[in-house]
């Protein structure tokens, strides 16, 4: 019987210090200025295709308000409405707008027009850019006229060396053969990439193995089902 490990690895740091930002600077940038405590600047829309870092990004910008004193509200297309605005946030995040149904709709909009008032900073992010955005038109009004980066995938380079760091981060020995391998085989797509990386870590300490090549397979051969 594998013995299961116990979840001791540390989180990875989901600071700005910790990403590779390849093209994305401009979003980067302008996001490292959204501190709580200086009153909600323009709303933030950011936009891209599956593993471009949207929710990374996201989840960037609320570690630098916790680290300062501030509390976010972080809200998905799949929470339950009603959506309500806590006393005390400086920040409020929605994430997956492309996916809102017509009830989180009107969460969201009700959300945005809140914050705005209280002086909430805002930020969301979604697959599409504001304007295909499959939502009702007061609120695709409200995500669109704010900053709104596109962001880009990072190149093959960058994608090596963000494995490399968020594989550093979790204390993971990945050869670079095996990074090879991940990335000739498999989407860059990075929130894959990273999920398939914790999988893989969690399946070396269960067989008492080094991360090589032959165990990737074996652990990919184990999560098939067999025909």
Same mark, same amino acid.
């Given at each position: ?54 929710? @990374?990004?996201?989840? =960037?910008? /609320?570690?630098?308000?916790? &680290?300062?004193?501030?509390? %976010?509200? #972080?809200?998905? +297309? ?25 009830? @989180?709709?009107?969460? =969201?909009? /009700?959300?945005?027009?809140? &914050?705005?008032?209280?002086? %909430?900073? #805002?930020?969301? +992010? ?21 900053h709104v ?10 994608t ?34 990273m999920?398939l990386?914790?999988r ?28």
């Open positions: 019987m594998r013995q299961l490990p116990l979840p001791i690895q540390p989180p990875a740091d989901e600071g700005f210090d910790a990403l590779v930002v390849g093209r994305n600077d401009h979003a980067v940038q302008h996001l490292r200025s959204l501190l709580p405590g200086t009153g909600a600047a323009t709303p933030v829309y950011l936009w891209g295709d599956a593993g471009s870092g949207k929710t @990374r990004l996201l989840r =960037a910008l /609320a570690a630098q308000h916790r &680290a300062r004193g501030g509390r %976010v509200g #972080w809200f998905d +297309a799949t929470d339950a409405a009603p959506w309500t605005l806590d006393e005390g946030w400086s920040l409020v995040i929605v994430d997956r707008c492309e996916a809102l149904d017509a009830a @989180r709709q009107q969460a =969201a909009f /009700a959300l945005f027009v809140e &914050a705005g008032t209280q002086g %909430v900073q #805002w930020a969301a +992010a979604g697959r599409l850019p504001p304007i295909d955005l499959p939502v009702r038109e007061d609120l695709r009004t409200r995500l669109g006229w704010g980066f596109a962001l880009q995938p990072l190149a093959e380079a960058e090596r060396a963000a494995l490399r760091r968020e594989a550093d981060a979790r204390g993971i020995l990945l050869p670079d053969e095996v990074i090879a391998h991940l990335l000739t085989h498999f989407e860059r797509d990075m929130a894959h990439l999920a990386l914790d893989l870590d969690g399946f070396s300490l269960a067989e008492k193995r080094q991360i090589t090549v032959p165990l990737l397979r074996k652990m990919l051969a184990e999560e098939t089902p067999a025909s």
